[in-house]
């Protein structure tokens, strides 16, 4: 989609001497194109109810929580809260986080058995792959800096107005549905459970509740 590819070995013993080995992965990446880079695969699972004294973008937050689970140094690439901080309740407590982990172990380990946060036990799941809703517009397919809208339309009332400046609570109106019975970002939309369908054919892992070694 952006350029990219992917290529399955026929071992894990020819895909980890590429990874491990410095000088045979120069040259293969030499020989695909000179620009190329190789990017590794992750294992996202989304953490529900972590309270949000939690800070994803702390690099400090991230290692310590590694350590309260005794995964090795690095077995989190990346963490952000599910939902933007700006949209949730000045009273909100906990929220759903979605971690992104380097190892399929380790992430599956963690669905299986949860995982520890200040002693607190949370129960993880994987994250599935869902269809792509631009932010601007509200329609699937793409994101919102490749929209080709000229403005913005609501996700709660359909109007043309940022979502966050709605102030409308007595309106809703999906794009995708054409329907006032509910907002485009509901995840009981006909439209939306359709694609899901969908997705879940073309992507079969979707249905597993862990990820494949």
Known sequence: RQGGMIIEMTTK???AHIRNNTDTKKQFLRLLDTEAT????????????????????DNTNLRQLEEENTWKMGAISSARW???????KSTQQVAHVLITLTDPMIANTAIRDGIAINQLKLWPKKNRK???Q?????????????CISHGDTCANC???????????????????CESDEHPSWNR???SFIKRCEDMDRRYPDNSMPFFPT
Do not use: S, W
């Open 82 to 88: 599910v939902k933007p901080a700006e949209r949730c």
């Open 158 to 176: 359909g109007n043309n107005h940022r979502t966050l400046d709605c102030t409308t609570t007595d309106k809703h109106f999906c794009m995708a």
């Open 188 to 190: 009981d939309c006909p």
């Open 38 to 57: 190789i990017k590794e695969r992750t294992y996202p699972i989304i953490v529900p109810f972590m309270p949000i004294f939690f800070c994803p973008e």
């Open 130 to 132: 869902e269809p792509i």
């Open 13 to 15: 013993e020819a895909a």
């Open 134 to 146: 631009c932010a601007k517009c509200q329609h699937y397919g793409h994101i919102a800096k490749e």
